[in-house]
């Protein structure tokens, strides 16, 4: 039987839900909203089908990068090392009002989950705001943590859509060693913040060969349990640099991973666990360029994913159905790049001189104004 991406990633969603939920049913007031939003969510389906029966596939989800600055200098970053991120002053970057349109046709669409990253997402709170006037949606918030000030623990309170994810590596150790001295302490600090006003956050784990041992312990996640914590993402790292290949777990580790998230998911029914890309093994292939997700960066460009940032279409200019619609998208979905074998956590990453070439070839209607978008 062949597979069905509307399918996989329809029962996707509802899991996410179901686990969040289930998570959440300490706070009446996050609990009272999931079950609202999956009411919402159902609708959403609806919407995605009825396109998908129309010769139109819509994904579920999107991912925002609504700011290309960030105030730390993470080790291996992947953002920093190509460009998407830097210490200029952003130039040319989305608006909050475009950022409120691109939301509402996202929900016109049937997109039910947006993940706002950065650069350090916190760093637009008029972008933020706007995301919290959508109850519809579920914005992660893809975040370091050191910007959690209490402007944000109170619209955060006020906004059960907007759901914080912290970004650690570990232990104090870990993380102050690739992320700064004293930031473990201040994600900690925000983690408490959030957890005093019952509000639901989750935690992000780039997972390497150097910190593989820790963070699927139950020491490790006690610790976040403790803490308040009702979700993990673990995302394979994606080595940046010839000299980072060490740290991208090899195809052993993979194996691991997967069945680590699988025990979680059984044993402890009080957090919610993700795996990225771990959770596409079944996919049949990468879902990104719009098969499950797509990207839209700090300017507007369309990319088929944060680590693969190539765009032949900028929202600016036109809609996310024709977005979704791009050469680009169709390309990479037609010609087979996204079921390729990989080492790592991203294929378009690792098979990049690849997607240029689908950029470059004569052979494709491009726009004339194709560029990479960095």
Known sequence: MAFNIQSYMTKGVARVIRDAARATKASPAQRAYFTGFAKAAIKATAKRRRSERGGEHIPPFLIASITSACNLHCAGCYSRAGGACSDTAPVKQLTAE?????????EDLGISFILLAGGEPLLRYDVIKAAAAHPDILFPIFTNGTYMQEIFVQLLDAHRNLIPIISLEGDAAETDSRRGAGVYQKVNDAMKALAARGIAFGVSVTVTTENLNEVYTDAFLRGLETLGCK????????????????????????????????????????????????????????????????????????????????????????????????????????????????????????????????????????????????
């Not at 475009?98 to 996202?106: G, P, V």
């Not at 680590?260 to 890309?277: A, G, H, W, Y």
């Not at 944060?306 to 050469?327: E, H």
Request: some cysteine.
């Open 98 to 106: 475009e950022w409120d349109k691109i939301f509402t046709e996202a």
């Open 231 to 374: 979700a993990v993402i673990y995302v394979e790292y994606v080595p940046v640099t010839e000299e980072s290949k060490h740290l991208a777990p090899g195809e052993a580790a993979q194996a691991r991973m997967l069945r680590e998230t699988k025990r979680l998911r059984k044993e402890n029914k009080k957090m919610v666990f993700i795996s990225f890309p771990g959770d596409e093994k079944s996919s049949g292939g990468c879902v990104a360029a719009g098969r499950g997700f797509f990207h839209i960066n700090s300017h507007g460009g369309a990319e088929p994913c944060p680590f693969s940032p190539y765009s032949d279409i900028n929202v600016k200019d036109t809609s996310l159905r024709a977005a979704l619609a791009s050469p680009l998208f169709k390309a990479l979905q037609t010609q087979g790049l996204l079921l390729d074998d990989h080492i790592g956590g991203c294929t378009l990453y690792m098979n990049k001189e690849k997607v240029e070439a689908i950029l470059a070839e004569k052979s494709v209607s491009f726009p004339q104004n194709i560029k990479k978008e960095i």
